[in-house]
């Protein structure tokens, strides 16, 4: 397992690309539609090619959506082949984005997750500042889909919907990327909005296709 920021080689591991882009856009073509909240936008028919499937945002959204459902049926090797060959994952359970501490998976690791049962320190919890040791289940259960997101109240593309005291540096740490973000309002109407919560995917380009570097789980933070 590795925690750093830098790129992971990966040998012998060649995912099947999840989204690739084969159409430039014209200089007169209308912009993307604006993101929309909840789940308005229906998946196109097999074999219908969406009018704006060479848009970068579009590939983002629709890879968002299979990344989603992957993670909400448990299913790591759907998941795995949306990961980026070179550089991995890196998964976060704050809404900054720790490059030293925080851990990346290569696409091979990902796709093992489910059946691993070795605890791992996968950062620090708020507040204290001890260290989250957790078995993959347990994270994935209190933090990376501690809610049911692939029913969020709101979705969004690169626009932050969660806000805490916590800074949110994914632009710094992954330059060039888009990102989605899953995202609840809150639960208890009694916390007046201090329980959101929210599950950003962020994608990164390379050879015309738009890969999975980062998994970012947003919360209130002290």
């Known amino acids: 397992m590795n925690s750093g920021g830098d790129s992971l080689p990966v040998q012998g591991q060649s995912p099947s690309q999840p989204i690739a882009a084969t159409v430039s856009p014209s200089p ?74 925080h851990l990346v998976f290569t696409p091979e690791q990902v796709s093992k997750l489910a059946d691993a049962s070795d605890a791992k320190v996968w950062g620090s919890y708020d507040g204290t500042g001890d260290p989250i040791k957790l078995t993959p289940l347990e994270y994935y259960d209190k933090f990376l889909y501690n809610h049911d997101y692939a029913a969020a109240e709101k979705i969004s593309l690169d626009q932050t919907m969660g806000k805490g005291n916590s800074i949110n540096n994914i632009q710094e740490v992954y330059p060039g990327s888009h990102y989605a973000e899953y995202y609840f309002s809150g639960f208890d109407p009694k916390l007046e909005g201090m329980d959101w919560a929210s599950l950003t995917f962020v994608f990164e380009e390379k050879d015309g296709a738009w890969y999975l570097t980062g998994l970012v789980n947003g919360r209130w933070t002290i």
């Open 28 to 101: 007169d073509q209308p912009a993307p539609a604006s993101p929309s909240s909840g789940q308005e936008t229906a998946s196109p028919k097999p074999g219908a090619t969406p009018a704006v499937a060479h848009e970068p945002e579009q590939l983002v959204k629709d890879a968002a959506a299979k990344a989603v459902a992957a993670l909400k049926g448990k299913d790591m090797k759907t998941l795995a082949s949306l990961v980026h060959p070179d550089k991995g994952v890196r998964i976060s359970p704050y809404s900054f984005v720790d490059t030293k501490n």
